[in-house]
């Protein structure tokens, strides 16, 4: 019998082999039928062959390709035609790689996976690896790809989300129109001192039982201030020294960061690249992400420096922040109970925030 891609060579039989040629057993594989048979198999200068009950073979060994060695898995030489030889015996296929030149240094990565002891620790490593790169690696990407992130695409991120907030977590304001317009001339002229080159808007909707006193801020720039905490601000300067918060999220792009960490790389490889479509696609993801997602506590301090500078300039004090800080802190009654939504949710630390500004405070009355 000769089968497909053999070369019958009537002048070349086993008993023509010199001895010290390489030899082994295997089993083989017609390539038609499931069913496999014992073979012998030598090599004789650059021709495999294959000698089988009812079968003597002999193939190119150029064209023999030797599969990548696999743990104890037995080895695999794929014949042309669709043959194929599987056999246990590794140290003569090693052999035979090396003869030919194949998967030069895959020897060592088979011997590292049949050793369990090397696996082991080699699953820990990676885990460990795994845990490094989410507390370190994953964090320190993101504030990268927050800052390369073309302003026009986060711009575009803020238009998605706003639709998205609407009528899910927010409704319509019930400010009067004359107070929402006031708000926003003051919030302007903070924006313009402050933000750097984003299309700043402030937006008023109500919060309700879900959202209550909050205020926002999205990467390209839209701030959101519910009406519950219009309510509870007692002047103007409580509101501005939050929106200034707000503006320092913005302009240290906090919440992109927030995005990419949260969300993945993919994300922040699509978005980087100008992909408009990728990041109006997690637009759905953002509201809850930023209502249920708190800052992190350096993150809390670099806007809480911007708000505090912003009011010692033009009040020279930060009590208006403090305040209203206090009052979020009192309505959430003895227990110190906070609805999920709610600012201080968003913003945690409140003690350690408090006693910033109290001491941005003190330190610009000492230079005073």
């Given at each position: ?80 035609g669709g043959a194929r030889l599987e056999t246990d015996d590794r140290r ?277």
């Amino acid at each position: 019998m000769t089968p497909p891609g053999s070369d019958r060579n009537d002048d070349l039989n086993f008993s023509d082999l010199t001895p010290g040629e390489l030899s082994f057993a295997a089993s083989y594989f017609d390539g038609l039928t499931s069913r496999d048979r014992p073979a012998e198999v030598q090599i004789n200068g650059q021709t495999l062959l294959v000698r089988s009950e009812g079968l003597e073979a002999s193939y190119p060994l150029k064209g023999v390709r030797i599969e990548s060695p696999l743990s104890r898995l037995r080895r695999v030489l794929k014949l042309p035609g669709g043959a194929r030889l599987e056999t246990d015996d590794r140290r003569a296929i090693a052999a035979l790689e090396r003869r030919m030149g194949r998967n030069a240094g895959l020897g060592l990565v088979q011997r590292l996976e049949s050793n369990w002891p090397v696996a082991l620790a080699s699953v820990v490593g990676v885990l460990a690896f795994l845990g490094l790169f989410v507390q370190y690696g994953l964090p320190a990407l993101a504030g990268v790809g927050a800052q390369i992130t073309p302003v026009a695409v986060m711009t575009a991120l803020d238009a998605q989300t706003v639709r998205a907030i609407d009528g899910e977590y927010l409704s319509a304001s019930s400010l009067n129109p004359a107070r929402q317009n006031a708000l926003r001339r003051e919030f302007a002229a903070l924006a313009a001192e402050q933000g750097g080159p984003y299309t700043f808007r402030l937006l008023f909707r109500d919060g309700g039982d879900l959202v209550g006193a909050n205020a926002f801020a999205l990467p390209g720039g839209t701030v959101f201030v519910t009406d519950e905490l219009v309510k509870l601000a007692q002047n103007d300067r409580e509101i501005l020294g939050v929106l200034a918060h707000e503006v320092g999220h913005v302009e240290h792009r906090h919440a992109m960061r927030q995005i990419y960490q949260s969300l993945g790389l993919t994300l922040a490889f699509s978005v980087v690249a100008g992909d408009v479509t990728s990041a109006a696609s997690v637009a759905a993801a953002v509201p809850a992400l930023l209502l249920n997602s708190g800052y992190s506590r350096q993150a809390e301090t670099q806007a809480d420096d911007d708000a505090g500078r912003w009011l010692m300039k033009h009040y020279g004090t930060t009590r208006p922040l403090q305040d209203i800080l206090k009052r979020l802190i009192e309505q959430d009654g003895p227990e110190g109970k906070s609805s999920v939504l709610d600012m201080l949710a968003s913003h945690p630390g409140e003690g350690q925030r408090l006693a910033h500004l109290r001491a941005i405070e003190a330190q610009a009355e000492g230079k005073r």
